[in-house]
């Protein structure tokens, strides 16, 4: 039997970063993964220049941009290792990088930089991995200690003193993503907040949504909101259309807390109040209502809206007041329901995951000990924006610090 100090399963954003660190910390490291390549999910993350943080994350309030059953769990990993010591790394393997939107940063050529970045530390932390290796079973005895977990894998058996469970969330399964955290984690009676697909494209009745298929690819900002009161969430971005429902930043933002049954409102003219724009126009003008309308909104969603109703399909002109107030209270209060989402084939994360309550948010430690859990396994999400990548950084740095 092989002999680490630690084995950790699943060579993505979390795995590698805690292997190197872990290594450099002088432990003796195998790191795991059952997928021919790795970190896959990095190279394709950001349109391939992956957004690995962001600058607005403020640690001391990690439930502005973060969801979970206790969304402070996160603060002490986030506090502890910050954005800023991330960019720091970044700097020192000498990888460019931009800021585009809302704090958010890019690599400036690709996402295999900050990928070789990952395998630099491993390396200078002699990390041993294994891929593409399946672990087919894991069991604890605590015999001895320091090969209290033992691994059965495609390369033979392995002991260890600590395990560290790196498997992520369920999205993109063709690119290696399986339920094997969760499983583990029940294997030691361990609980899992429930799954879903999160940051991910909502769907509509297919014959509700016909008169809007035709805007697929259709861009434009919007506000977007669902849940009332206190469970009222908001955001300002852009929104897609798409041949089955909706998309963009904005729907992949509120599709967190979305849940089913609940609806969507939406105002596609956020900057200000289009119906006494045009009142105005109607005192001026004698174009259709439909050609005022796309001086305001894009001109294919001018049309597709006013086809819904032979009302407004005159010059604004003749159009009655009521006619106008009408069609401009649809567009700014669109309340619409979805019927599901894409599902984890498209979603960018899997909201739930280890119940916190179970872990120790500084050491990622679970109840059943030597037994640690990082990354997007646990039951935090973050925002779109950078923020799901922290936290694989975060949680693995504090878990790293305590193998
Ligand atoms: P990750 O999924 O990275 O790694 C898990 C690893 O475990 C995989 O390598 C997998 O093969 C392995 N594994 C799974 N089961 C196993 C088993 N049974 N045995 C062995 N190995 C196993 N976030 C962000 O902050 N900015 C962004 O730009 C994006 N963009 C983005 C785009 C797309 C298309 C997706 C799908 C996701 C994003 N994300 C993102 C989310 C981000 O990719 C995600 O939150 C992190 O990769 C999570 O890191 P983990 O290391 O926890 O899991």
Redesign the pocket.
């Known amino acids: 039997m092989e002999k680490f100090d630690v084995a950790i399963?699943?060579?993505?954003?979390?795995?590698?970063?805690c292997a190197g660190v872990a290594g450099q910390l002088g432990l003796r490291v195998l790191l795991?993964?059952?997928?021919p390549k790795?970190?896959?999910?990095?190279r394709?993350?950001?349109?391939g220049?992956?957004?690995?943080?962001?600058r607005e994350l403020d640690p001391r309030q990690p439930h502005k941009h973060f969801l979970g059953d206790n969304p402070n769990f996160c603060r002490s990993a986030l506090s502890r290792y910050t954005p800023a010591d991330f960019i720091e790394l970044l700097q020192r393997h000498a990888i460019p990088f931009h800021e585009k939107h809302k704090g958010?940063l890019?690599c400036d050529r690709s996402a295999q930089d900050l990928i070789e970045l990952l395998l630099a530390e491993c390396a200078a932390g002699g990390v041993q991995r294994w891929q593409p290796?399946?672990?087919q079973a894991v069991g604890y005895s605590d015999a001895d200690p320091a090969e209290r977990y033992q691994l059965q894998t495609d390369r033979g058996p392995v002991g260890c003193r600590s395990l560290v469970v790196?498997?992520?969330?369920l999205?993109?399964p063709k690119?290696?993503?399986?339920?094997?955290?969760f499983r583990l984690a029940r294997q030691f009676g361990l609980d899992v907040v429930e799954l879903r697909p999160a940051?991910v494209p909502l769907t509509f009745d297919a014959a509700a949504w016909a008169p809007f298929a035709e805007l697929s690819g259709l861009a434009l900002p919007v506000r977007i909101a669902t849940g009332e009161k206190k469970t009222k969430m908001e955001f300002l971005e852009d929104l897609l259309f798409t041949h089955r429902g909706l998309s963009g930043p904005a729907v992949l933002q509120i599709s967190s807390y979305w849940r089913p049954g609940q609806p969507l409102r939406l105002d596609l003219h956020p900057e200000s109040a289009l119906e006494p724009l045009l009142l105005e126009a109607k005192a001026r003008s004698r174009k259709l209502l439909a050609n005022e309308l796309a001086l305001h909104l894009p001109s294919r969603l001018a049309d597709t809206w006013t086809a819904q109703q032979p009302q407004w399909q005159r010059p604004v002109s003749d159009t009655p007041d009521k006619a106008i107030a009408q069609l401009a209270q649809g567009l700014q209060r669109w309340e619409l329901t979805p019927t599901g989402t894409e599902g984890y084939a498209k979603?960018?994360?899997t909201a739930g995951g280890v119940d916190t309550r179970q872990l120790s948010s500084q050491t990622m430690e679970s109840k059943q000990p030597g037994l640690h859990f990082?990354?997007?396994?646990v039951d935090v999400t973050?925002w779109?924006?950078?923020?799901?990548?922290?936290?694989?950084w975060s949680s693995?740095h504090a878990c790293a610090q305590a193998l």
């Open positions: 399963i699943g060579a993505g954003a979390a795995g590698l970063f795991l993964d059952h997928a790795v970190a896959e999910k990095i394709i993350s950001g349109g220049r992956c957004n690995f943080t962001n958010q890019f290796c399946a672990v790196a498997t992520g969330g999205s993109i690119i290696g993503a399986s339920d094997f955290g940051l979603a960018e994360v990082i990354g997007e396994v973050g779109l924006g950078g923020y799901n990548f922290q936290w694989a693995a």
